[in-house]
């Protein structure tokens, strides 16, 4: 029952991320070069549960702040904070769907320092709460 979970978890994110997208690491005009935009995703990816500023951020692919933020927007579409706060999104959802930590657990997991800034965020880009997402996933 747990695997479907994961699996319905999985097949979800995949259409979604499939439809009308891009590839992130793509060459755009005044944006992040690949080997900037391929740096990024592995750091943030690997990095999700800590605090990433954007400074650090930026001096990771060799811009000031504003360079960065400006190229990184051109590049993915969003800003570095929407993207960052996208992605721990998408891990929670994984997260909740093996449902081994309970929703605080998970939170604390993937970089937001409260509960309730962790439940604003899910519902403000699924719709629902954690608890409501994986109650739709039983």
Avoid: C
Wanted: hydrophobic share 40%.
């Amino acid at each position: 029952m747990q695997f479907l979970a994961q699996a319905r978890a999985l097949a979800h994110e995949l259409v979604r991320m499939n439809e009308g997208a891009s590839s992130p690491v793509s060459d755009v005009r005044g944006g992040l070069s690949g080997w900037q935009q391929a740096k990024l995703t592995e750091f943030i990816e690997e990095h999700l549960g800590e605090e990433l500023s954007l400074a650090s951020l930026a001096q990771l692919v060799h811009l000031s702040p504003f360079h960065f933020s400006r190229a990184f927007k051109q590049s993915f579409g969003m800003p570095p904070h929407r993207y960052l706060t996208s992605r721990r999104i998408d891990r929670a959802k994984v997260l909740l769907a093996e449902r081994k930590l309970s929703v605080t657990e998970i939170g604390l997991d993937v970089g937001f320092s409260e509960t309730s800034s962790f439940t604003s965020a899910f519902r403000k880009l699924t719709g629902e709460t954690p608890t409501e997402y994986r109650r739709s996933l039983a």
